[in-house]
Nanobody, 121 residues
Framework: QVQLVESGGGLVQPGGSLRLSCAAS????????MAWYRQAPGKQREKVAL???????IYWDSVKGRFTISRDNANKSVYLQMNSLKPEDTAVYYC???????????????WGQGTQVTVSS
C-alpha cells in the first residue's frame, strides 16, 4: 500500500542543476529516515544522501557540497537538489524510506522505481 514515486530526472549539461522529487503515498502512519541512492551502469547501488525525521543530513563524499537533501513531512516528500553536476553523476536515482503504514504495523523499508539522470554535453 506504500508507494514512492520519483520525478525530476532528465538530461543536463555538466555544471548544470536538477531537482529530484519523491512523493510517498498510500497507507502511511509515520515516515522515518528518507534517502536517495543511485546506480550507474555496471556499478553497485550506492547511497547519495540521507535525512532523518529531525532533519539531520548525511552525504556521500562524492556529492558533499554539491547536493542538498530536504524533506517536507506535510507532503510526505523528499527532495534532492543537485548542483554543479558532473558526468560521473549519471545514474538512475532511487528514493528510499523507512515507513510505518499504521500504528499497529512495524517499520518497513520501501524503494521507488527510479528516475534517470544523465549529465552530458
Amino acid at each position: 500500500q506504500v508507494q514512492l514515486v520519483e520525478s525530476g530526472g532528465g538530461l543536463v549539461q555538466p555544471g548544470g542543476s536538477l531537482r529530484l522529487s519523491c512523493a510517498a503515498s498510500g497507507s502511511i502512519f509515520s515516515i522515518y529516515d528518507m534517502a536517495w541512492y543511485r546506480q550507474a551502469p555496471g556499478k553497485q547501488r550506492e547511497k547519495v544522501a540521507l535525512i532523518t525525521t529531525a532533519g539531520t543530513r548525511i552525504y556521500w563524499d562524492s556529492v558533499k557540497g554539491r547536493f542538498t537533501i530536504s524533506r517536507d513531512n506535510a507532503n510526505k516528500s523528499v527532495y534532492l537538489q543537485m548542483n554543479s553536476l558532473k558526468p560521473e553523476d549519471t545514474a538512475v536515482y532511487y528514493c528510499n524510506a523507512d515507513v510505518r503504514p499504521t500504528n499497529s504495523d512495524p517499520m518497513s523499508n520501501y524503494w521507488g522505481q527510479g528516475t534517470q539522470v544523465t549529465v552530458s554535453s
